[in-house]
C-alpha cells in the first residue's frame, strides 16, 4: 500500500516557476514508477510526466518538454516536479500517481496509488 500527499501548488504569473512535492508513505516506493497527472476545469485528466522506479527514465508531454523536469528520491520517498516558464493553460489540479505502469506510463489505468491533488494558478 502506498499513500501519497502532494504539495507545493499555488497561484504564480506566467512566466514563473513552481516546485510540487509528493511525499510517499509504504516500503515499496522504491519500486514503483510515478507520474504526474492534471486536470483543468472542464477538461479530462491528462498525463504530464512520469519517472521509472530508478529514476533513470522519464517521459514528457509534448506540452511540458522543456519546461518542466520531473525527479525523485527514493530516500526520502518522494518525487518532485519542477515547473518553469509556467502558462495560463498549466492551470490545473495536479495529480501524483505510483504504479507498475512500463512503457504504458501515460495511461492512467496503469497507475495503483493517487494523492489527492493540488491546485496550480497561472495568471496572465
Known amino acids: 500500500q502506498v499513500q501519497l500527499v502532494e504539495s507545493g501548488g499555488g497561484s504564480v504569473q506566467a512566466g514563473g516557476s513552481l516546485r510540487l512535492s509528493c511525499a510517499a508513505s509504504?516500503?515499496?516506493?522504491?519500486?514503483?514508477?510515478l507520474g504526474w497527472f492534471r486536470q483543468a476545469p472542464g477538461k479530462e485528466r491528462e498525463f504530464v510526466v512520469a519517472?521509472?522506479?530508478?529514476?533513470?527514465?522519464?517521459y514528457y508531454a509534448d506540452s511540458v518538454k522543456g519546461r518542466f523536469t520531473i525527479s525523485r528520491d527514493n530516500a526520502k520517498k518522494t518525487v518532485y516536479l519542477q515547473m518553469n516558464s509556467l502558462k495560463p493553460e498549466d492551470t490545473a489540479v495536479y495529480y501524483c500517481?505510483?504504479?507498475?505502469?512500463?512503457?504504458?506510463?501515460?495511461?492512467?489505468?496503469?497507475?495503483?496509488?493517487w494523492g489527492q491533488g493540488t491546485q496550480v494558478t497561472v495568471s496572465s
Open positions: 500517481a505510483a504504479g507498475r505502469p512500463g512503457l504504458d506510463y501515460g495511461l492512467e489505468f496503469k497507475y495503483d496509488y
Open positions: 509504504g516500503r515499496t516506493f522504491r519500486t514503483y514508477g
Open positions: 519517472i521509472n522506479w530508478s529514476g533513470g527514465s522519464t
